[in-house]
């Protein structure tokens, strides 16, 4: 009996569709989070080194006030560019001529367990 002729078949390759959008979409949502944690942790520590600094004297409120923005600002941009052009396009359009392949779940689990391990940076980096 063939592929083809098989009853469950037809089945598939709807099935797998399905199973991609929402593995897709589960790393798209995850993406933003490790995003948003990873700048936040970013953000608590230059924070901190800023506040040591102006408890030092060694720069001036002003000046690490807009430090501050200017490098949050500037990882906010980069890490959203990088999260919609790897993740979200990118990731579209891979796993969407690949779908029900391995190399395709391969992408989503490295793409789960970074974006995990950016999860978990930037928790340590807010915490400290």
Not at 110 to 121: F, H, P, R, V
């Amino acid at each position: 009996m063939t592929t083809s002729s098989h009853p469950l078949a037809r089945f598939k390759k709807p099935l797998l569709q399905v199973l991609t959008i929402a593995l897709w979409l589960a790393t798209v949502a995850l993406g933003f989070w490790a995003v948003v944690t990873f700048l936040e942790g970013v953000d608590a520590q230059i924070l901190a080194f800023t506040f040591q600094k102006i408890e030092n004297q060694e720069m001036g409120l002003t000046t690490s006030s807009g430090l501050r923005r200017v490098v949050n600002y500037g990882t906010i941009a980069i890490g959203i560019l990088v999260w919609i052009g790897a993740v979200v396009i990118g990731g579209m359009e891979y796993h969407f001529k690949r779908i029900g392949k391995r190399s395709s779940y391969r992408v989503f689990a490295w793409t789960i367990g970074i974006e995990l391990a950016l999860l978990a940076i930037g928790t340590l980096l807010r915490a400290t």
